[in-house]
């Protein structure tokens, strides 16, 4: 994990959006959803995979995506998951005590290059909790409710989310975490290649995955003997074992 020059750090928190909390809803003990609004929120063209950091320490950022933006109204939303079993990781520190009418600092709204949203006919998504968000954007999105784009897929949650996580992303299997991450998911794509698999060498399906770095390698690599072109397949590493992925 990069750490910025205080200086660096200020210069990106300063050229970020300024937003105001007006929202907290814990859909279950692990899952936490938060609106924000601001002017600055307004009047730009925002997609699915856009990410946002809020900065975390002097010279630290976490990376965090909206499940949803109005940039007609000034609105988003993130679906937060608190991961640690302390409390005190840095990112999930500050978003527990965020508070109604707290301010707080939207850094960028990009997506990389290789993870773009685009209208493919089928997309499969495979994901963690960590992910619920993003894949309520891509359910959510126009060319996904008038049926142009079919989404189907798998997220893994902690035990005890799984009916949090099935009102984020209704229309996605919600399956259990075990104690190696990407487990539950391996197994479910397994079953899933044994029962679909020659549908995937069809040039319409293409595969969004995200969320743990080595369980994403483990399903590309699956994918890929089931067929799948590697083109059609986009990965985001969210967080790995040790650190998060991206410097901020
Ligand atoms: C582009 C991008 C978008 C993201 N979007 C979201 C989002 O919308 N919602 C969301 O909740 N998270 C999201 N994340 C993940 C989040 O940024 C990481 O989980 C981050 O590490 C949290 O920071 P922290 O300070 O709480 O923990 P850190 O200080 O970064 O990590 C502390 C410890 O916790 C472990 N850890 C980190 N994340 C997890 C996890 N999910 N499960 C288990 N152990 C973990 C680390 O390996 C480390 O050992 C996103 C990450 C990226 C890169």
């Known amino acids: ?27 279950s003990p692990r899952l936490r959803l938060i609106s924000f609004a601001s002017p ?79 209208p493919h006919p089928r997309i499969l998504v495979l994901g963690d909790a960590t992910t619920l968000g993003l894949w309520r954007s891509f359910l959510e999105h126009p060319s996904v409710i008038d049926g142009r784009t079919q989404v189907f897929g798998a997220v893994e949650v902690p035990d005890g989310d799984q009916h949090g996580a099935k009102t984020i992303t209704p229309g996605l299997e919600v399956i259990t975490a075990r104690d190696v991450p990407g487990a539950a998911l391996d197994t479910w794509l397994e079953q899933y290649l044994t029962d679909h698999g020659g549908q995937l060498s069809l040039d319409t399906t293409h595969a969004y995955l995200a969320g743990h770095g080595r369980s994403l390698q483990r399903l590309r690599s699956a994918l890929q003997c089931g067929g799948m072109g590697r083109r059609h397949i986009h990965t985001h590493a969210y967080w790995t074992d040790k650190t998060p992925i991206m410097a901020r």
């Open 1 to 27: 994990m990069a750490i910025y020059p205080k200086f660096v750090a200020d210069t990106i928190e300063k050229i970020g959006r300024a937003t105001t909390v007006t929202q907290i809803i814990d859909a």
């Open 40 to 118: 600055a929120l307004q009047n730009f063209r925002w997609e699915p995979c856009q990410v946002t950091a809020f900065r975390v320490a002097k010279g630290e950022f976490r990376h965090y995506t909206p499940s949803r933006l109005d940039p007609d109204n000034g609105t988003g939303e993130i679906q937060f998951l608190f991961h640690s079993t302390t409390g005190d990781a840095p990112g999930e520190h500050l978003v527990r005590n965020l508070r109604l009418g707290d301010e707080i600092t939207w850094c960028g709204l990009e997506a990389p290059r290789s993870f773009r949203w685009a």
